[in-house]
Every structure is written in C-alpha cells, then in structure tokens.
C-alpha cells in the first residue's frame, strides 16, 4: 500500500477521499516507472490502444489529436509542449497492473483504469476538473501541478477547443512533484499540471463516476430484464377530483409503488454488483478468447496441474465482485453477471473477488472441494484466470 506519510489510511478515507486534495511526497519510494517512453510510444502506434496527443500553441489554444499514430507524425512534433496519454495501460501490461495493489484500500470494482502520460517540457492537457477521483503519480521527471476549488462548474470553459478546459483558473495551491509523489484530486477540483523537465512521465489512477440517472436508468433496465416489478398501478380515492386534474393522491401512489421496486434489497443488491463490474466497450473488446476443445483439457487434469502450479491470476481486463447476503450466502459478479458460483465455498469467492494473484499456499486449502474445483475450471476455460506455472 501506498506510504501515506504521517497520515494513516483511515484518516485519508475520513478526511480527504472525495472531499479534498491531498499530496502525499514519497508515496512510492525509489519508484521506477515500468514502461518507457519509447514503448508508450510504441504502444499508440497499435489500431486497438486509445491513445490521444494534447499539442498547446499558445495560452488558450490546445490541439488535440488522436491515435492510432504512426513514426512519420512523431517526427513532426515540436520539442515541447506535447502530451501523450495512453489509456488503459493496467490491462495492456502486467507490471502496471500490479500497481493496482498499491491502492487495495479503496475497493477495486472503483477502479477505471490507468491511464500513462509523457510531457515534454511544458507538455499539459490544460486546467480542467474531472467527475472522479484520480491519483496521480509522477512516475519519472517533474511536473508542477496547480489546483482550485473555485469555478468548476460547467459553464467555465475555453470555447473553441476540442478539450473541456477551464478559462478561469483561480490557482489556490502549487506543488512540484517529483517521481514517487503522489498527488490525489477529488471530483470537481481544477488541476493543471506542466511537465518541467523533457522526460515527465505520470500515472493517474482513476476511478469509475456515477451519475444518478446513469443508475436509475440501469436499475430499470435490470428489471425489465429479470422481468420483476410488475405490480400495477392503483388509482387513489377519486373523490373531490376535478376531471383534469391530477390530484396528490395520484402521483404519490405513483411514488409508492416506485418506492417498493426500491425497497426490494435483494433486486437491487444483484442488480448494482452486476452494474459495478460492467466493462466498458474498449475492456470488451480486450477480453481473452475461451479456450477451444483442442486446447482445454479435462477438469480432473487441470485441478491435477493446480497442485504444482505457483499459483492463479486473474485476467486484467476481467472485473470481479461479490455481495454478501444473509446466511453467509455470497454471490459472484464477473463483467456484469451474476455468475454460476458452482457451490463454491463463500470464503473461496471472497477469496477470488480480493486477490488478483492466489498463490499456492493459500489455493492448496481450496483446492479439495468440488465446488472451488469446477468454478475454477469454467473461469479457466473462458481464459478469466491464468495458470502460473
């Protein structure tokens, strides 16, 4: 876990997460970024790889292009005051999503992604604030980062430019980070961040935002689909009701019977593990092919190769979760399902959601039961988890 410094984690989870910045100086001691900038490069050369350059010409105009790039545009880039950014890199390479264990006192069905930049000297994407949370790591070289509280709003914006950047930008603090510092900005505080040196190279973690439409929307898409609440509307007591009008009695048994499909626990805590782990459409697309017949094997062979293996991995692109019920019950959430748990041990599922890595000495004390047996086997077959070996 990240060093917090003289602040310990329960009073950066009471007093700062969602509520107010936070810079924490050697977070990541003698921190080496795993990929450089060469390979970034590289890597938004690839059609399936999001990749964007931020090039600012003078003090409100930015131009934004995006990848796939190729060598000839790299070469015809100025010396400064350039920004690659590169999403997603925690499932494009293993070393960046291990990472992600730096940050496991946050949940991490939160996590979106890691997205890697690469500043020249002055490079910057503008001031601007975002709906989520992000950490930002400076990876390698400097980059002095400007923060505000005031006027983010949407209505404060520069016009004519394809970034939504802030055109008022009343700076209220300033730090320079240095490769280990991490700097932590809630949803709705301005940030501007300028590379200082020519190789300035930062990670931002950041985390899924959601809007309450966004959930009303989905929860009643779930139970269209599972085809529950299909109670029927019942009129109020009619008397004293004028024929055009709609009385309070009428929209508040409306409210009622909405109250209810909201009130039904058990709906609504499989429908948000369902939409907690949803992949976006790039995520989808990175998802490993099933194994074919000729290249499974049977399960007996396989949980046989379990017993030696050094341990299981999850799949980057894969998002895991699970929710408690009564009675120790615990169900599965893989990618927006609720998954067949095979009669897993609940321990076992808790087990999988927590840890991306299961080494052997902790999977040996699963691998006796039937259930935990066939789970795995099914998620091998879909190539959700990796045998290491």
């Known amino acids: 876990m990240i060093h917090f410094d003289l602040l310990d984690k329960e009073s950066f989870l009471s007093e700062y997460w969602q509520k107010k910045p936070l810079l924490i100086r050697n977070a990541l001691p003698n921190f080496s ?28 105009k930015y131009e934004l292009k995006k990848g796939p790039f190729d060598e000839a545009f790299y070469q015809n880039l100025p010396e400064k005051n350039w920004t690659l950014l590169v999403q997603g890199m925690d499932r494009l390479l293993p070393e960046v999503t291990e990472l992600l264990n730096e940050f496991d006192f946050i949940p991490s069905w939160r996590i979106d992604d890691i997205m890697v930049s690469y500043a020249t000297e002055g490079g910057n994407v503008g001031p601007h604030f975002d709906h989520y949370d992000v ?47 991490i700097l932590y900005v809630p949803p709705k505080w301005g940030h501007h961040g300028v590379g200082l040196t020519e190789d300035c190279m930062t990670f931002s973690i950041g985390y899924r935002t959601y809007r309450g439409l966004e959930l009303w929307d989905s929860f009643g898409d779930y139970l269209a689909e599972t085809q529950q609440f299909q109670s029927l509307y019942q009129d109020p007591n009619w008397q004293g009701t004028a024929p055009g009008q709609i009385s309070e009695g009428s929209w508040q048994q409306a409210q009622a019977l909405l109250k209810a499909a909201l009130e039904n626990e058990e709906a609504l805590k499989n429908w948000f593990g369902r939409f907690a782990t949803q992949l976006d459409q790039g995520a989808s697309q990175l998802l490993p092919n099933p194994l074919s017949e000729t290249e499974s094997c049977p399960k007996e062979t396989f949980v046989e190769a ?12 894969c ?49 006796n039961h039937s259930g935990n047996q066939a789970l795995l086997y099914d998620l091998w077959n879909l190539q959700f988890i990796e045998v290491i070996q």
């Open 33 to 60: 970024p795993p990929v450089s900038a060469e390979e970034l490069a590289g890597l938004s050369l690839e059609e399936e790889v999001e990749s964007r350059i931020v090039i600012q010409h003078d003090a409100e």
């Open 319 to 367: 998002r895991f979760a699970y929710t408690e019920f009564s009675q120790n019950q615990v169900k599965l959430y893989i990618n927006s399902a609720e998954w067949q748990d095979f009669h897993a041990e609940p321990d076992f599922i808790r087990c999988l959601c927590n840890q991306r890595f299961i080494d052997q000495t902790k999977l040996k004390s699963y691998l």
């Open 135 to 181: 950490f930002l790591l400076q990876a390698q070289g400097e980059r002095r980062w400007q923060l505000t509280s005031q006027d983010c709003d949407e209505s404060n914006y520069i016009e004519g430019v394809d970034l939504r950047l802030m055109k008022r930008f009343k700076v209220e603090d300033e730090y320079v980070c240095q490769p280990g510092d």
């Open 306 to 317: 379990l017993q030696d293996a050094e341990g299981i991995l999850r799949d980057a692109v």
